[in-house]
């Protein structure tokens, strides 16, 4: 009977551990897909939308490649918490949220804060002690009043920053 039940328990036991393997095996998985970049050119085959992108080019952060929703950006932060050229970009975002949103951050913060785009930068505090933010926003910013479309933007951004 003792045989008996040690036999059960190391068969639960074994049970139990393969049933461990399995589970931390497929959520590995899972994670390496969620962080593995789409590749663009298929995404480019599908139709718009208005997630953030995520490009097999690495060094391009993430950022909307159509016009947003509204109900997808937050607020941007009063511009009167702020001074100087912080306070311009936070003016520049609230003037042009759309714009800004199809604009990649090349300080990265896709990545080590989850931000979607630039425009994130400005929904909190953080544009505010970056210079990349600050400047790239009052970039596009200028060059939108110039008259260039998101993509001609977004195409100078890159140029600029992500060299």
């Known amino acids: 009977m003792k045989g008996k039940m040690l036999w059960l328990v190391l068969a639960i036991m074994i049970a ?6 399995v589970v ?3 959520s590995e998985e899972t994670a390496v897909q969620n962080t593995r970049p789409a590749n663009d050119a298929i995404s480019q085959r599908q139709p718009p939308t208005t997630a953030p992108s995520v490009n097999t080019d690495s060094r391009v952060p993430a950022h909307y490649n159509t016009v947003p929703a509204a109900t997808e950006l937050g607020p941007v932060l009063d511009p009167a918490q702020f001074t100087g050229k912080a306070r311009e970009a936070y003016e520049a975002v609230k003037a042009a949220p759309v714009t800004i949103a199809q604009m990649p951050c090349y300080c990265h ?6 931000h979607k785009s630039l425009h994130s930068c400005f929904e909190d505090d953080h544009a505010a002690h970056c210079a990349v933010c600050v ?3 009052l970039m596009a910013y200028r060059l939108q009043k110039e008259g260039l479309s998101a993509s001609e933007i977004r195409e100078r951004i890159i140029a600029r920053f992500g060299a």
Do not use: K, P, T
């Open 16 to 21: 139990l551990v393969i049933v461990v393997v």
């Open 24 to 26: 931390q095996r497929r």
């Open 109 to 114: 913060c896709d990545r080590s804060m989850g």
């Open 135 to 137: 400047d790239e926003a």
